[in-house]
């Protein structure tokens, strides 16, 4: 059981357990099918949610709460399991999700608990064009673009 528990992490994100519910479940209103894919976008200090373009159109949500150490990263996962998953956490709690790329495994624990105590979900297939518009807009410079077009 230890070898699937990844034990190092390239990304680290402390992130209050409400926030992030609420953001997923936001993200989980976007996209078609079963899945409902939103990217976490761990960068610049600071992690955004972006929800896949369906339908519905698209989602982006900042939590500002959050605080970052480690590479810039996005991995994609299931917005409607990883919020069942919070159901169980409660909701003053502060999460910590760690990763090491876009294809290793997510690692969820409460802060304070016991290390052992966690969950792991594995991340969707990247979707290189939701990737690269969260890369794009990092810095704000597609806002500064626009502001730009429209003066």
Not at 6 to 31: K, N, S, Y
Not at 52 to 68: C, K, V
Not at 95 to 120: C, F, H, K, M, S
Request: with cysteine.
């Amino acid at each position: 059981m230890a070898g699937l528990i990844p034990q190092r992490w390239g990304t680290r994100v402390a992130v209050g357990a409400d926030a992030l519910r609420a953001a997923l479940r936001l993200g989980a209103l976007f996209g078609d099918g079963d899945q409902r894919p939103v990217l976490l976008d761990a960068a610049g200090g600071r992690l955004r949610l972006l929800a896949a373009e369906g339908e519905a159109g698209t989602a982006e949500t900042a939590l500002t709460d959050a605080a970052i150490e480690g590479a810039d990263a996005a991995i994609m996962l299931d917005a409607p399991l990883i919020a069942g998953l919070l159901d169980a956490v409660p909701k003053s709690a502060c999460l910590v999700l760690t990763w090491d790329g876009p294809g290793a495994a997510l690692t969820i624990r409460e802060q304070g608990r016991d290390a052992a105590d966690l969950w792991l979900a594995m991340p969707l297939v990247l979707d290189a064009a939701l990737h690269r518009r969260a890369i794009d807009t990092r810095d704000g410079a597609e806002a500064a673009a626009e502001l730009q077009v429209a003066a």
